[in-house]
């Protein structure tokens, strides 16, 4: 329990990473992404079922909407803010209320990630998931690129190191 307590933030981030850019952009820190999980090449090396795939397919569906509607939401108060802050007299209690409600929106948004990331867990299976780490764990922790599956008949422990 302790090793998977440990590795929880490099999991996080290899599997669904965090959002670049001002708009929040796609979740990725340069790991496996939930949509890799989705490709023909991870279903293969993972074993994934027909059914995983299509829980994964809808679950990532699901994060996305619910993304995009935090999003929007952030978008509409940034305005909200800008307006307030263009005013003659700018009120600064209203402008520092409008950052608090954008924070607590940007809080929802990483808040969603997080489920998402525990939703996606629980349609793996323990083996699966342990290839993810194994990959992540190759490429220096998924910060510098994707997950790398083994070769054929290749153990983690045998692939070279890949850049």
Do not use: C
Not at 1 to 13: G, H, S, V, Y
Not at 126 to 131: A, L, M, N, V
Request: net charge neutral; glycine share 10%.
């Amino acid at each position: 329990m302790l090793r998977i307590a440990a590795a929880l933030p490099l999991i996080l981030a290899g599997l669904f990473g965090a959002p670049r850019g001002q708009h929040g952009g796609p979740w990725h820190f340069g790991g496996l992404r939930l949509g890799l999980l989705l490709t023909p090449q991870a279903a293969e090396e993972l074993n994934l079922t027909a059914d995983q795939q299509d829980k994964l397919k809808e679950l990532s569906y699901s994060h996305q909407e619910k993304v995009l509607e935090i999003k929007q939401k952030i978008e509409r108060e940034q305005l909200e803010l800008k307006k307030l802050m263009d005013a003659d007299e700018p009120n600064e209690s209203k402008v520092k209320a409008k950052i608090r409600e954008i924070g607590l929106l940007r809080t929802d948004l990483q808040l969603a990630q997080v489920d998402t990331y525990f939703a996606a867990r629980k349609i793996l299976t323990d083996e699966q998931i342990e290839k993810i780490e194994s990959g992540l764990r190759r490429r220096g922790g998924g910060l510098r690129g994707h997950w790398v599956p083994p070769g054929p008949g290749m153990s983690p422990e045998e692939m070279p190191p890949t850049e």
